[in-house]
């Protein structure tokens, strides 16, 4: 199935330290979107990066996004205990509306 | 600022009785989704809203699941004659447009429970 595959599905990290999370696709994209999701709550948009970008930034997040390879990073620098969750790069197709998710990598932060 | 709203938060019912979900959309998005979401699983796509468009419903698992959305804002998830496979947390999105170009904004779901 299309989906953004997310990896590692977890990571652990003590907090100060960086978070690295990639993700690979299988389809041409318009753009790429990471979402973070905290337990028993929502999923919230942290950044889109054009297929014309290669890298964008925002506060402590960095994206990559290589469409030769077909693959994104996310870079969480100085990690919090409140960046504990779990983090998606649902796969949209070009001229697609829809989202497609995968499982996600779970990120904890340990204090 | 309102965000998009879903109730019930948590939903517990029997087996074989029909349950309503309901999402309140961010004022002003045309766009709305509904996901399902099981333990520890990413997000399922359900249906699509755009607009006075018909819906996408592509996604929808059975004919015991249907959706509305009246007057192009709020929406209601049916699912009629639970199953215990039905149990998971169904998500509400909207977005100002289509999706795969515009940031979804997610509700915190109604977690649904069949005994």
């Known amino acids: 199935s299309q989906q953004g595959e997310e990896d590692p599905q977890a990571l652990s990290i003590q907090e100060g330290e960086n978070a690295t999370m990639n993700c690979s696709y299988k389809?041409?994209?318009?753009?790429l979107q990471w979402y973070r999701q905290n337990s028993g709550r929502g999923l919230v948009h942290l950044i889109l990066?054009?297929?014309?970008?290669r890298e964008k930034h925002s506060g402590r997040l960095r994206v990559t996004l290589d469409t030769s390879k077909k693959s994104s990073s996310l870079l969480i620098t100085a990690s919090r205990a409140a960046d504990t969750a779990s983090y998606f790069c649902?796969?949209?197709?070009?001229?697609?509306?829809?989202?497609?998710f995968g499982k996600g990598t779970k990120l904890s932060v340990i204090p | 600022g309102a965000g998009v709203s879903q109730s019930p938060s948590n939903k517990v019912t029997e087996k074989g009785k029909d349950v309503e979900l309901r999402c309140d959309p961010i004022?002003?998005?045309?766009?709305l989704y509904w996901y399902r979401q099981s333990l520890g699983q990413g997000l399922e796509f359900l249906i699509y809203?755009?607009?006075?468009?018909?819906?996408?419903k592509s996604g929808l698992p059975s004919d015991r699941f249907s959706a509305e959305r009246t007057g192009g804002s709020v929406s209601t998830l049916t699912i009629q004659r639970t199953q215990q496979e039905d149990s998971a947390v169904y998500l509400c999105?909207?977005?100002?447009?289509?999706?795969?170009?515009?940031?979804?904004?997610f509700g915190d779901g109604t977690r649904l429970s069949i005994l």
């Open positions: 999105a909207s977005s100002l447009g289509a999706g795969g170009v515009q940031p979804q904004h």
């Open positions: 389809t041409s994209i318009n753009n």
């Open positions: 990066i054009r297929s014309n970008e």
């Open positions: 649902p796969e949209s197709s070009a001229g697609s509306y829809q989202l497609t």
């Open positions: 004022s002003g998005h045309t766009a």
């Open positions: 809203f755009q607009g006075n468009s018909a819906p996408d």
